[in-house]
């Protein structure tokens, strides 16, 4: 049983252009989560999604953050028109049930030049 | 206020040495929680989960809650340099809670010296 798929792994775009992360949740995980950790600080909640529906989205930026979990696919979540401050470690994590376990992936890190 | 509080550290012991890592917490309604270990540059690894006060052993880790003090611990002991990461407290709300998003303490830095 794969664990949680991130890629890229690295990503580096330059300030304006758009960034797409991926995430694969693990086998028989329906419920995806989206973190962020900056330089020196914790893991921070973006949002939580469901196949085709965003349960939580209270951690993400109300401008140029968006998430989406297809029915068929991987997870993604868009940034666009990215700024320096966007430069972090994303991570995504998935589980079986809502508040149980949460296994995360290696994470995708952006660099904004 | 933050609602969960780590000492950041960096904590440094000699090879064999018993580790305590803690975790405040202010929010009351935080029922389950986790410790998650992080190496340089890679993703959180869940370590111990748990969701009553007392003591859970898993080899030669032991995770301490103490709902009362809102308060956790981490214990290792007969610690080794591959114990060397970044060690990572969180917590989240009961089972059908309003909300499902854990909270992460800032996280300690552990070095266990050879």
């Known amino acids: 049983n794969a664990g949680v798929m991130q890629n890229p792994r690295h990503l580096v775009r330059r300030r304006g252009q758009e960034a797409r992360l991926r995430c694969s949740p693990m086998?028989?995980?329906?419920?995806v989560y989206w973190y962020r950790q900056l330089p020196e600080e914790g893991l921070k909640f973006m949002v939580y999604?469901?196949?085709?529906?965003?349960?939580?989205e209270s951690g993400m930026p109300k401008e140029r953050f968006s998430a989406e979990f297809p029915k068929e696919g991987p997870s993604i979540l868009r940034i666009q028109q990215v700024v320096r401050g966007d430069s972090a470690a994303y991570f995504c994590?998935?589980?079986?049930?809502?508040?149980?376990?949460?296994?995360f992936g290696q994470g995708t890190r952006l660099t904004v030049v | 206020q933050k609602e969960v509080e780590q000492d950041p550290g960096p904590l440094s012991v000699p090879e064999g040495a018993i580790v305590s890592l803690n975790c405040t917490y202010s929010?009351?309604?935080?029922?389950?929680f986790m410790w998650y270990r992080q190496y340089s540059r890679k993703g959180p690894e869940l370590l111990m989960y748990?969701?009553?006060?007392g003591n859970k052993e898993d080899g030669r880790f032991t995770a301490q809650v103490d709902k009362s003090s809102k308060y956790i611990s981490l214990f290792i002991r007969d610690s080794q340099p591959s114990d060397s990461a970044t060690y990572l407290c969180?917590?989240?709300?009961?089972?059908?809670?309003?909300?499902?998003?854990?909270?992460f303490g800032t996280g300690t830095l552990l070095a266990v010296q050879p």
């Open positions: 086998k028989g995980h329906s419920h």
């Open positions: 748990t969701y009553s006060s």
């Open positions: 929010n009351s309604a935080f029922q389950y």
């Open positions: 999604l469901q196949k085709e529906n965003i349960i939580d």
């Open positions: 994590a998935s589980s079986p049930q809502p508040n149980t376990e949460a296994f």
């Open positions: 969180a917590m989240t709300l009961r089972l059908g809670g309003a909300t499902n998003k854990l909270i």
